[in-house]
């Protein structure tokens, strides 16, 4: 259970209180929800127990201080960081059973203690291509599974299970702990408030066995580094017929030989000679949808230039449309000219004026300017 109440909250107080208003706060709170106070009346005496707990932690400089930088995660039994002090000791089961009762969660009661399956993690790697068109895959999972022979019970076929003679069936005792009754899961029955007097023989009493499952699984189109699939139910099967956990599917797109992406748009680098450079032209861009995309090359681009296609990049996961195509062009210097190619550069050189490249001009004008200064 998830207790998101706020320490300060329950005592009516800002975060910034100091000790003495919180005292204060305490003692007013204390005489109003007083078991003495209310006879018979569990709400007044779970709140009771709730301000007391948490008086408890904010009246200690170091309790409230963990409680201030990790909140509950304090002092829950899986909560890092502050939760193992000095001090601290015993007061995760505080917690949990006074706010549980509290929050109105309640006790595990007879068979419904077990907790459901773990969830499974499997990584899958696929290409841009499957990225953009989606695709089936099946998927091989090593997993607990309910156990066939004995339907999950745990018990041997022609047996069952029978209530638990410590707990009374309920998957909980309780015990004494200075002010407070704590409450703690059975050590007979371990929560599930049955026990089973003879294991079924091919899960040990489990009520799940390992064994290789196979599954297939729907990727949709649009789908990123990153991308989380949910299966529902295909996790670790739960102890003695408790529910499923479900499966994760994280996704790894593998990088493409042309494009890279960023979202839903696709960035290409095409490289086009100094002549298109000057002259203008068209490039054609073959996209991963088989389509091939007319790019125009407007005369005079520089190196590093994108020009963006909207409407021909990645489709939208989940969703209608398409992002855009970006081309990056760079500009290629020949490096095998022919004797021809070669007199022709020659007398453009000598036509140059220098307002044909107007960058480089103004470049070498500063950097005259800066050496004059």
Do not use: W
């Not at 309910?146 to 638990?164: D, L, W, Y």
């Not at 799940?208 to 789908?223: F, I, N, Y």
């Amino acid at each position: 259970m998830s207790v998101d109440i706020d320490f300060y909250e329950l005592l009516e107080c800002e975060r910034t209180a100091d000790d003495k208003t919180i005292k204060s706060s305490y003692r007013r709170l204390a005489m109003q929800f007083h078991p003495d106070r209310n006879p018979g009346n569990h709400d007044a005496e779970a709140k009771f127990k709730a301000i007391s707990v948490a008086y408890d932690c904010l009246k200690d400089p170091q309790k409230r201080a963990a409680y201030d930088r990790f909140g509950h995660a304090a002092y829950t039994q899986q909560g890092g960081g502050g939760g193992g002090g000095q001090g601290f000791e015993g007061f995760s089961d505080i917690f949990e059973s006074v706010f549980g009762e509290f929050m109105g969660g309640g006790r595990r009661q007879g068979g419904q203690g077990q907790r459901r399956g773990a969830d499974l993690r499997y990584d899958m790697e696929i290409s841009l291509d499957e990225a953009f068109h989606g695709k089936t895959a099946q998927v091989t999972i090593d997993v607990a599974a309910h156990c066939e022979v004995c339907e999950g019970t745990g018990a041997e076929p022609g047996t069952h299970a029978t209530t638990c003679p410590t707990c009374a069936g309920r998957g909980q005792v309780r015990a004494q702990q200075g002010f407070f009754v704590i409450e703690r899961a059975c050590p007979t029955c371990h929560g599930a408030g049955r026990v089973i007097q003879s294991p079924c023989r091919a899960c040990r009493g489990e009520g799940r066995v390992d064994k290789e499952k196979t599954l297939e699984v729907r990727v949709p189109a649009g789908v990123d580094e990153g991308t989380r699939i949910r299966v529902t139910g295909e996790g670790e099967a739960g102890g003695r017929g408790a529910p499923p956990g479900d499966l994760y599917i994280f996704l790894h797109v593998r990088r493409h030989a042309v494009f890279e992406r960023d979202g839903t748009t696709l960035l290409a680098r095409a490289p086009i000679s100094f002549t298109v450079a000057a002259l203008g032209g068209e490039i054609d861009v073959p996209g991963l949808d088989g389509e091939v995309t007319t790019v125009r090359i407007p005369a005079g681009i520089q190196s590093g230039k994108q020009l963006r296609h909207r409407g021909t990049g990645m489709p939208v996961l989940n969703g209608r449309g398409r992002g855009d195509l970006v081309v990056e062009v760079v500009v290629e210097t020949p490096t095998r000219l022919t004797q021809r190619q070669r007199d022709l550069l020659a007398e453009f050189r000598e036509t140059e004026t220098g307002e044909e490249s107007p960058q480089a001009e103004g470049f070498f004008s500063r950097l005259k300017g800066m050496f004059e200064g």
